[in-house]
């Protein structure tokens, strides 16, 4: 399932890309993404709603299952 899940993170992509923004995979624990949203999707008040109204429900066509959480700078290893 980690390869599926990689795959339509580059496909989501695309659109944060357009805007200016992207994303860093950080990983994958079960069914539980954890991404960090860089450039102006980092900074983007709509943040959260991309995450999971956009990204999330992207993946969930894979696995119902697979939520995202969100990991900001201070929460990096």
């Known amino acids: ?22 994303l860093e995979l950080v990983k994958i ?10 450039g102006h999707c980092g900074s983007c008040p709509f ?11 992207g993946l969930q066509e894979i696995d119902p299952e697979i939520t995202v959480e969100r990991v900001v700078e201070e929460q990096m290893p």
């Open 29 to 38: 624990e079960g069914k539980v993404v954890y991404l960090k949203l860089v």
């Open 47 to 57: 943040a959260m709603m991309t995450l999971k109204q956009g990204i999330e429900a």
């Open 1 to 22: 399932m980690e390869e599926q899940i990689k795959a339509k993170l580059d496909e989501l992509r695309v659109g944060l890309q357009a805007d200016g923004g992207d």
